[in-house]
């Protein structure tokens, strides 16, 4: 992330007005000492004006100038947070509208998950392994297993939790009317929670 910060040549003042967050956690994340949620992450992508794929990938200068990607099993960049690992799917193809990823839920209850996530755009998630909890705001929570899917309105605070002992698996695709790097809130927003 300091490279792309450097590039767009912001400061972490500068790059914190911009994404709305703040100037510790920005240093925290550069130097990998937090891993920020998959809002964060979206909104350093809004924050940097880069698509999100950018901040996955080891060389964001690569054009695209086709709308294929394939990723191999296994090949993803990956990205780690406290409730969810993802593997960032196709993420060599800028300026989509839809975030495909691979998911293993690690967290066991809510407690340990913490505060719902919302954003802009709509999602949808099939269970590809194990069972889930899928808590949302304006749902009692259900449970899901495998072969079950999710269509939701991500500016409801959602979440899942793990219900087996093993991590469970999803296939998630998150997606917005605008492209990719519209998704997050703007820092005026985010600010106004």
């Known amino acids: 992330m300091h490279a792309l910060r450097a590039k767009a040549g912001l400061t972490l003042k500068e790059l914190g007005l911009r994404s709305g967050i703040s100037i510790s956690a920005l240093s925290k994340i550069e130097n990998n000492q937090l891993s920020p949620t998959y809002e964060k ?26 709308r294929r990607s394939v990723t191999r099993k296994g090949q993803g960049a990956t990205y780690d947070t406290k409730n969810y690992t993802y593997e960032l799917l196709c993420g060599d193809l ?7 990823l691979l998911a293993i839920v690690k967290a066991r209850d809510m407690k340990t998950f913490g505060t719902l996530q919302a954003h802009r755009g709509e ?9 889930v909890i899928l808590h949302s705001e304006f749902y009692e929570p259900i449970e899901l297993s495998a072969g079950d899917c999710v269509y939701l309105d991500s500016r409801m605070g959602h979440g899942c939790v793990a219900q087996s002992m093993e991590d469970a698996k999803i296939f998630w695709v998150c997606s917005s009317e605008e492209p990719v790097l519209d998704i997050v809130r703007s820092p005026e927003q985010e600010s106004g929670r």
């Open 41 to 66: 992450v979206m909104a350093l992508a809004f924050g940097l004006g880069v698509d999100i794929a950018t901040l996955f990938a080891d060389d964001g200068s690569r054009a695209v100038t086709g």
């Open 123 to 131: 999602e949808v998630f099939y269970i590809l392994e194990g069972r």
């Open 94 to 100: 800028a300026k989509k509208r839809l975030v495909p």
